[in-house]
């Protein structure tokens, strides 16, 4: 039974009852001004609230740079964007704000000046906060390409979790401690991407990170963040097999786990029944494993029509994902990677998977830029709603 955090507690219980008044208030105008009643979504109808009514956590990835931490400090309720992340989440992570290549400027310097933004603004609102990620592939600064070598790798991958994990020691909820570490197409045997950590210090990296996060924060939650498991395809189904592989394989070793990440980038494709995902998360749970949905959107690149088809289509993958997913009593977390749309990655980075030929931005998140709520969001909430509420 999940223990729920007394801070995340109190601000429900002041949700609930700010919907309750509002409630009150909203019975007694007359008709023609109660239309938004019916799509209210703050307070007691948010993400939030009923994600934690089932024992789930509903997330959200920030930019710790747009929020108005100040005026929460002096007891605002800031600008839209703030007013939202507070809304929705009852856990947050840095989209980008707790990766090397933002804590790291050069080797002797650390600035933490986002990453402490934002566990400034959770110590304000009681939000939870994940921390991504300790060891990646990716977003690293340039200068650890040149001045990691194989004399020094394992001292400085140890460093900066001993640095950046013992900073937030015991005030994180999950540490994705390393981010994508498979890539079959690499053609190694062990199936690990050609990373510069495989490279520099060979397989055992992935252990000698765990374990040195386990050693710096004993109670954060240790999770390893993986990409194209999702899905009922061959590519998708070897993949799962990998990680699976590699999870086994930790807990054979004993190296201290927790916890898998899905990342769900996923596509809108209608006749996904996910099952594959479900053995695994249930491989997962066979092993004492926990699952969270890491960083998800629902790229519509290939939905023809215009914004309605899109919102359709993300409706219905989010009612068809979560369900099949949250149905899961080891996942006890969804977040989106972002929260309105027009912000999401996938719209900045132009890929060519991401872009569609109409030229309109994808509608992959359940807000749009006015902080409106589009099908995707009462589609999740409808999900959360199902879940069995053998967690709560
Ligand atoms: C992305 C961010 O959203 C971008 O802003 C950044 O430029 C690149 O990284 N998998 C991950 C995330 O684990 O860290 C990535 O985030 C998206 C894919």
Redesign the pocket.
Do not use: V
């Given at each position: 039974m999940k223990k729920i955090d007394s801070k995340e507690f109190n601000f429900t219980r002041r949700e609930f009852q700010m919907g309750a008044l509002a409630a009150g208030l909203l019975a007694a105008l007359p008709s023609w001004a109660r239309a938004g009643e019916a799509k209210s979504t703050s307070g007691a109808e948010s993400l939030r609230a009923h994600a934690a009514a089932r024992g789930l956590l509903y997330g959200i990835?920030v930019n710790p740079a747009l929020l108005d931490v100040e005026g929460v400090a002096n007891g605002r309720s800031g600008d839209g964007y703030t007013r939202l992340i507070r809304e929705q989440a009852n856990i947050m992570v840095a989209?980008?704000a707790m990766?090397w290549e933002a804590l790291r400027p050069s080797a002797s310097v650390f600035d933490f000046t986002l990453a402490d933004r934002l566990m400034r603004f959770a110590g304000l609102t009681g939000q939870l906060v994940r921390g991504?990620?300790l060891c990646?592939h990716?977003?690293n600064p340039d200068w650890l390409k040149t001045e990691a070598t194989k004399d020094n790798a394992r001292l400085l991958l140890t460093q900066h979790i001993e640095a950046v994990a013992g900073r937030y020691r015991g005030r994180l909820h999950s540490w994705?401690v390393v981010?994508?570490a498979i890539l079959g197409k690499d053609g190694r045997p062990d199936h690990l991407r050609k990373s510069l950590w495989v490279e520099l210090i060979g397989p055992e990296y992935i252990d000698l990170a765990f374990q040195t996060a386990a050693r710096v924060d004993p109670q954060v939650k240790l999770t390893y963040?993986d990409?194209d498991i999702e899905l009922d395809t061959p590519e998708h189904k070897e993949k799962r097999e990998h990680v699976l592989q590699l999870l086994r394989g930790m807990k054979a070793r004993g190296v201290p786990i927790h916890a898998l990440g899905v990342?769900s980038?996923i596509g809108t494709d209608p006749d996904q029944k996910y099952t594959g995902l479900v053995e695994l998360i249930r491989a997962c749970g066979q092993m004492g494993l926990e699952v969270y949905l890491t960083?998800m959107d629902l790229n519509t690149a290939k939905i023809p029509g215009g914004n309605d088809a899109q919102d359709a289509a993300v409706a219905q993958t989010c009612r068809n994902y979560l369900g099949a997913v949250l149905a899961e009593p080891n996942v006890k977390a969804a977040l989106t990677?972002g929260i309105d749309y027009s912000m999401s990655?996938l719209n900045?980075?132009k890929f060519d998977w991401a872009t569609r030929p109409d030229g309109a931005l994808l509608r992959c998140l359940p807000f749009d830029d006015d902080h409106q709520p589009l099908p995707a969001f009462f589609a999740i909430r409808e999900a959360l709603d199902r879940a069995p509420a053998h967690r709560a």
């Open positions: 990835a989209e980008n990766k991504h990620n990646w990716a977003d994705d981010n994508e963040n990409y990342q980038h960083e990677w990655w900045k980075a």
